[in-house]
């Protein structure tokens, strides 16, 4: 996150999160909706709110917990009609300040090769300079979320098309190959 750039950002110094928990509402203006929206191809949205909770996380982090609800109108990839859908997110992130000292690799084994373990939570992602973007963490675990073939409720593909619902009967009509040799077959027997 460090590096990347965000269509909208909302940003809190993150060491005046020190002893106590820390309620912060995000909602972004119109122009940061339209923004959001621009960046990640959805036809607009109507609505878009974040309630964390920054809460202190080891020495020098932040924990980043709370929900993020938002309406967004997406373009169906069957019927090609907007729709309206409604999303709702739980965050639980955690950030720390950037170390200079390099961390140990604790995820290879002894052959040098990775290993995962999927119930360990992410490592903490890195705060720079004491700024922490919300805005960056609405952002990512929005465009996360998005169903990248949105399709409205209630409709579904047949599948089928004008062309191919002539051909089943076209291929009924050509003699099978197979039904060539047997007809050979059976002249040779005879």
């Not at 982090?61 to 739980?90: H, N, Y």
């Not at 995820?107 to 040098?112: A, I, P, T, V, Y």
Request: net charge negative.
């Amino acid at each position: 996150m460090a590096t990347e750039t965000f269509p909208y950002s909302f940003t809190v110094n993150a060491s005046r999160v020190i002893d106590k928990d820390e309620g912060v509402t995000v909602e972004p203006d119109a122009a940061g909706l339209k923004a959001i929206a621009a960046a990640y191809d959805l036809d607009g949205i109507n609505e878009l709110k974040a309630d964390f909770v920054l809460k202190p996380y080891r020495k020098a982090g932040v924990r980043v917990v709370g929900p993020i609800t938002a309406t967004i109108v997406q373009t169906c990839v069957v019927s090609l009609e907007s729709f309206e859908s409604r999303i709702k997110l739980d965050v639980d992130r955690t950030f720390e300040p950037h170390s200079s000292k390099p961390r140990k690799i604790r995820d290879l084994n002894e052959d040098g090769e990775i290993e995962i373990d999927l119930e360990t939570l992410d490592p903490p992602d890195v705060i720079l300079d004491g700024v922490l973007d919300l805005g960056a963490v609405i952002c990512e675990e929005l465009a996360l979320s998005l169903d990248p073939f949105p399709r409205k409720p209630g409709v579904e593909f047949d599948g089928t098309d004008e062309d191919e619902e002539t051909a089943p009967e076209e291929i009924e009509e050509k003699p099978s190959p197979f039904a060539a040799l047997q007809a050979l077959k059976d002249k040779a027997d005879d």
